[in-house]
């Protein structure tokens, strides 16, 4: 176990658990820029930004690349009322983007982006990252849907998200929605998967015995410079302490709001199964070497992998 989170270096005030809502929902998804010309990337994030409409303003934030744009949910206490809102998320996005001649499209990869024409966004934090991860910043734009669910306290939460973990192929393999690059077919179901990989901080990340644990191996990072904070953190599960959450990270963009819905039924009724049940053997919680190997089978067949199950062989 690690040190109390009270005797941390300073600076560790970001590991206090926010209030939230059991089982509450935050969606994200990143959406592409499209040039409906030839349905290329429109690398017009700026401009974009600059023109949004007042009632999308809160929603929406530029990503690591130019034709890359997020928009966000607030936090919901249903699956509902979260799709209800994205759809109109989408539909405003849609229609403020059309006026400066510019579509908007989702799927994990755009189909034949390559990476010499994508340009890294301006703003402050992608420019750190495009400082700190070189060339690998510059790799073809990867789209992804993120869910966040609310759990009431950090010893619940890092227990959830230990439990969590063995889920991420499952969630994979169901939302692979990625299988062309550089306009070919990949082989890959989610081709998404592999390019992201190329990051640091990204896969499933280890088991954790409590959330002092979590918070020391965080704040070694952040202290030693690895990482300026925690968000930096690119893991397919990440505890999220400022908004009370955990967040999904690992599902391709859905093209279609109503297996948007679905995956997010999916991650809420799982998360409120493995907290109030536990039914993951813990065989599986602790096989990394299985979890590793059944999220590259999830990645390159998608619905159709054959998962190992530790306990059957």
Known sequence: ??????????????????????????????IMLLDPWDWALAQRIEEVLERLPATLAGFVSAETHQAAIEIATDPHADVPSAIAQMRVLRSQLTDAVARLGI????????PFAVWSETMVSPDGRHQLIHQTMRELARREPTFALHVHVGVPDPDS?????????????????LSANSPY?????????STRTALFGAFPRTGI???????????????????????????????????????????????????????????????QSVARLEREEGFVPPE????????AENRFLAARDGADAELIDPLAG
């Open 284 to 291: 599986l919680i602790a096989a990394d070497e299985v979890l």
């Open 1 to 30: 176990m690690g040190a109390p989170i009270d005797d941390l270096a300073q600076g560790a005030d970001w590991a206090e658990w926010a209030e939230s809502a059991p089982y509450s929902l935050g969606l994200e998804e990143e």
């Open 205 to 267: 990340p280890r088991y954790y015995g409590s959330y002092e644990d979590w918070v020391a191996t965080v704040d070694l990072l952040v202290r030693s410079g690895a990482l300026p904070e925690p968000t930096f953190l690119w893991w397919d599960v990440r505890l999220q302490p400022r908004l009370g959450t955990i967040e999904i990270r690992i599902m391709d963009a859905q093209s279609s709001i109503a297996d948007t819905a679905a995956l997010v039924a999916l991650v």
């Open 103 to 110: 579509a908007a499209g989702t799927a994990g990869t755009h």
């Open 157 to 173: 939460a890092v227990r959830l998200f230990n439990r969590l973990r063995a889920h991420v192929p499952l969630f994979l393999a």
């Open 181 to 189: 690059w550089q306009g070919r077919d990949s082989g890959l179901a």
